[in-house]
């Protein structure tokens, strides 16, 4: 469904006056012959040390390690057959049960902190629980205390403990908290019903995500200072309503792409707002990276890659690529950092459109970024806004490659992170990164070289002031299932304890941690990228009906 003629788009692409053309190196101006960018030699240069109290951890998240989850959108989309193997998330790690042995890896390694994820469909798990906390009445205190009264005890409990002992650990593993990772409670979105007026097509998404923060700021704020309001949400638009990946499933749906962005930036203001009303309790008074603590640290978990065009000498490559890089990246920061709202995705702020807006600007304590890697952007006249669409990143490109096909990129890591740490002036954490390697071949060079990476860029001024790689165990990988492993730890699938088992890296990990340093000795001698042992498609072909549409 879209609403641009071709011309229209054309025409939209043909001007390039008002969008950002500051994407690293994708200079029109390159020799032909250059190598592209990525394939240049890089080392990383001197690096910082991190500062005191510097976040240590790895990420996981409620759907994708818990189970139990069956009355969810991630759920029927599973009964839809849309996952790989027809995998489900319940025969996953199971952490509601095994969470202990999720910590205990934590410890193991020396990790000293955790981020993961509060589940809305664990605390809220019947469209009953939710409705008594919608409804609500009251000022803001007697409407908290009704939803926490409405929760489920075991769901509300399942998260207590895990917080315990963490916090209970020595030295003390500080909680990170995403209070929305994707996963929607099946009232809220069920992707075999028409999806217009559901889940993040929907207004009231708005101030039920700010409800929700508030919600688990109020339950957890004692013992919780980091929040993550909301997990990459521009992926969530990508794979839920461009290509078809993620529920409800839309397909190159760019009027209901730009709907679910501004409901997404409403939310998180919505959230970021209710969490400081809700948790007024500083739970870290000493060792924390930015002083003085406060009771509440909110971001997003931001998906950033390294752009570039095809061809750095076809400016409508180079057109597109700025465009991708502004509706992905720019785009969702401008608006709740600086409060500057692009709402229909132009590339401008228009008439009408906020602009230093109140409503929206300084929702941000620090910068969260998740970084894997780098998309390489072809124009097409015809794609409507962005005028061109990332190449398949299973290409050669001459970049070594993960089980995923991603290539493995750590200087665009070290450019993002000095690019948006200048752009904005704010802390930065690293919330996610990682790589999906099932043999922990590529896993040691990829861990190195990237924390050479991000202490380069301290070097170079960023206040980097946290590292989550992700993940601390193997996980349900969405639409790929369970082929695709990114723990630190690998987790025997086909064992009912589901064990989980360190590999090497984790132990590299460990001691990077303890040393808090990547030494050029080590980056020598870490083994050579090689070819990966299996490659874990992240489509699904020929499986699953048109849920939805
Ligand atoms: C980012 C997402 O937040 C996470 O859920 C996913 O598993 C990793 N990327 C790896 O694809």
Redesign the pocket.
């Known amino acids: 469904m879209m609403d641009s003629s071709p011309a229209d788009v054309a025409a939209d692409a043909a001007d390039p006056t008002d969008v950002p053309t500051d994407i690293e190196d994708a200079s029109v101006d390159a020799p032909s012959d250059a190598r592209p960018p990525w394939q240049q030699p890089w080392m990383p240069g001197p690096r910082a040390r991190p500062p005191a109290g510097f976040l240590w951890g790895s990420a996981t998240?409620g759907y994708?390690i818990e189970g139990q989850l069956g009355n969810t959108d991630w759920s029927i989309w599973e009964q839809l057959g849309r996952v790989t193997n027809n995998d489900r998330a319940d025969n996953g790690p199971q952490s509601f049960t095994r969470w202990m042995d999720d910590v205990r890896a934590l410890r193991e390694t020396g990790q000293t902190s955790y981020r993961f994820g509060v589940e809305w469909a664990r605390l809220f798990p019947t469209r009953a629980s939710w409705e008594a906390c919608r409804n609500a009445t009251g000022d803001n205190a007697a409407k908290i205390a009704t939803c926490r009264a409405a929760a489920s005890t075991e769901g509300k409990q399942f998260y207590h403990q895990l917080i315990d002992a963490l916090r209970s650990s020595t030295p003390r593993i500080v909680p990170m908290v995403t209070v929305h990772?994707?996963v929607m409670p099946d009232y809220i979105a069920d992707p075999r019903m028409d999806f217009r007026s559901q889940g993040w097509m929907n207004a009231r998404m708005r101030t039920d995500m700010a409800l929700y923060a508030g919600v688990v700021a109020a339950e957890y704020g004692e013992k919780v200072d980091w929040y993550v309001t909301l997990?990459?949400p521009l992926?969530l638009v990508l794979a839920g309503y461009l290509d078809g990946r993620f529920p409800p499933g839309g397909r190159l749906d760019i009027d209901s792409a730009i709907t679910v962005i501004g409901n997404l930036v409403y939310a998180h203001a919505g959230m970021y707002d209710a969490i400081k009303a809700n948790d007024r309790t500083v739970a870290e008074m000493t060792g924390g990276p930015i002083a003085p603590a406060q009771a509440s640290y909110v971001s997003i978990?931001h998906?950033i890659r390294a752009m570039f065009p095809a061809t750095a000498t076809n400016a409508n490559d180079v057109r597109a690529t700025a465009r991708a890089d502004w509706l992905n990246h720019g785009l969702f920061f401008d608006a709740i950092v600086r409060g500057n709202f692009d709402a229909n995705g132009d590339g401008r702020i228009g008439a009408g459109e906020p602009s230093n807006d109140p409503a929206l600007r300084g929702r941000v304590d620090y910068l969260g970024i998740?970084y894997?890697g780098l998309t390489v952007m072809r124009s097409i006249a015809a794609i409507p806004l962005v005028g061109g669409l990332p190449l398949a990143d299973e290409l050669e490109r001459g970049l070594p490659k993960s089980d995923?096909g991603w290539d493995i990129y750590p200087r665009g890591f070290e450019e993002i992170l000095v690019r948006f740490g200048n752009e904005y002036r704010l802390p930065v954490v690293v919330t996610?990164n990682?790589v999906?390697d099932s043999a922990d071949v590529n896993r040691p060079r990829f861990l190195y070289e990237h924390i050479a990476a991000m202490l380069s860029a301290r070097q170079r001024g960023v206040n980097l002031i946290g590292y989550y790689h992700?993940?601390t165990i193997d996980?349900f990988?969405?639409v790929?299932g369970y082929c695709?492993h990114?723990g630190l730890y690998s987790v025997d699938f086909t064992n009912p304890m589901r064990p989980r088992t360190a590999r090497p890296s984790a132990m590299i990990y460990r001691d990077i941690i303890r040393s808090g340093e990547v030494t050029d000795a080590q980056l020598t001698a870490a083994p050579a990228y090689r070819t990966p042992t299996r490659f874990c498609p992240a489509t699904v072909s020929g499986s699953g009906a048109d849920a939805g549409r």
């Open positions: 998240a994708q990772h994707w997990n990459e992926v978990a998906h998740n894997y995923f996610e990682g999906a992700w993940s996980n990988e969405w790929g695709p990114f």
